[in-house]
């Protein structure tokens, strides 16, 4: 049994400052300070983060063989290490324990074998199911998006204007619209497959210009629970906000829509 994880050091020092926008300094849970490093049953090896409100994870290029295999590390540790590595290189990422992993790795020639301390990885939140899907986005989209959530409010008081609004109310044109009350901004001509509008919060991650910088790009919803009134004795219920992601290149991004 093939129970190690190899990483190219290049894919890495691609993959951690997309995944540093998600992961904070000061967080409580440990947990959230930590990247998933997986592969999934087809060999399929991806690095994920989360804040608990959204995950990013990046795709590694080449399938690797072996069975399905999670380990979670630090990301302040693998960002260390690669720093110290030729872009050339790899990491091996071996389960040691419970509380444990081995690292292993190459530095001008010389073999490097690491223990350190890590987290089980059924600490890491479950990752949100999107089950509807995907539809393609036009060329231009991820540029409106960036430019509407630098025009967004920060104001807590005023949530629904924190983020870019997905605009399909009118038939023939759809937007991408933002504003923090004082300034607007709108981009048309987009068409976008969805029911309702849409708003996308804004996140470090998504003004990162790497992310949605390559084509094609798509985007799926899938929707909350819908408010419902007081009926025939049952009492009201509150709606849920739905989840949408966002896919470009080798990155996938899902985040809670902001409700309302």
Not at 94 to 113: E, H
Not at 171 to 187: E, Q
């Given at each position: ?234 009492p009201a219920k509150e709606g849920t906000a739905g989840w949408v992601k966002l896919e470009s290149g080798r990155w996938t991004f899902i985040t809670k829509e902001i409700y309302g």
């Open positions: 049994m093939n129970q190690e994880i190899i990483i190219p050091v290049q894919e890495l020092k691609t993959a951690l400052p997309g995944l540093s926008k998600i992961v904070g300094k000061s967080r409580t849970l440990p947990v959230l300070q930590s990247v998933r490093v997986s592969r999934d049953a087809e060999g399929k090896v991806s690095l994920m983060a989360t804040d608990l409100d959204a995950f990013a994870a990046y795709t590694v290029k080449e399938p690797q063989s072996g069975p399905a295999l999670e380990i979670l590390l630090p990301l302040d540790q693998l960002t260390k290490t690669a720093k110290s590595m030729k872009a050339e290189g790899t990491i091996t990422l071996i389960p040691d324990g419970k509380d444990k992993v081995k690292l292993w790795y190459s530095i001008a020639g010389n073999q490097v074998r690491q223990s350190v301390n890590a987290l089980p990885p059924n600490e890491f939140p479950p990752v949100p199911k999107i089950n509807q899907p995907s539809m393609p986005l036009e060329p231009g989209f991820g540029l409106a998006l960036r430019q509407a959530l630098q025009c967004c409010s920060e104001d807590t008081t005023r949530a629904i204007l924190k983020g870019a609004c997905l605009d399909v109310r009118e038939s023939r044109l759809h937007y991408v619209v933002a504003s923090n009350g004082r300034c607007l901004f709108s981009a048309n001509s987009f068409c976008f497959d969805l029911k309702k509008p849409v708003v996308i919060p804004d996140s470090k991650f998504l003004e990162w210009p790497d992310f949605m910088d390559e084509e094609p790009s798509s985007l799926s919803m899938e929707p909350g629970e819908e408010a419902e009134p007081a009926k025939l004795g049952k």
